[in-house]
């Protein structure tokens, strides 16, 4: 799941693991139903068998590194003026810890 989580006065957003519910920072994956893109589920790579057997084999994933390198490719943000708006919220004390 992806969500927001305060620290002091920061809204940070996290990823947090769909099967113990504890925020993923380093080793986590990506899943979504083979051939039935939509819904994403987020795990540590620790997790991600215990997931599968809870929710059946039919689930590809990726590394939660290259999804997110993916996704920013996706989404054509220019990397110059984003990095400026992480500028800005950090000044406003948002963002992240």
Known sequence: MITIQYAGSKNCPVFLCDVCGEQIQQDGNVLWRHKKPGELRFTH????????????????????PAFL?????????????????????????????
């Open 45 to 64: 790579k620790r997790c991600n068998t215990t997931f599968k057997k809870a929710h059946g084999p039919d689930w590809d994933w990726l590394p939660l």
């Open 69 to 97: 390198v993916y996704l920013w490719r996706n989404t054509a943000i220019d990397g110059g003026k984003a990095k400026k708006v992480v500028e800005l919220l950090a000044h406003f004390g948002e963002g992240g810890a």
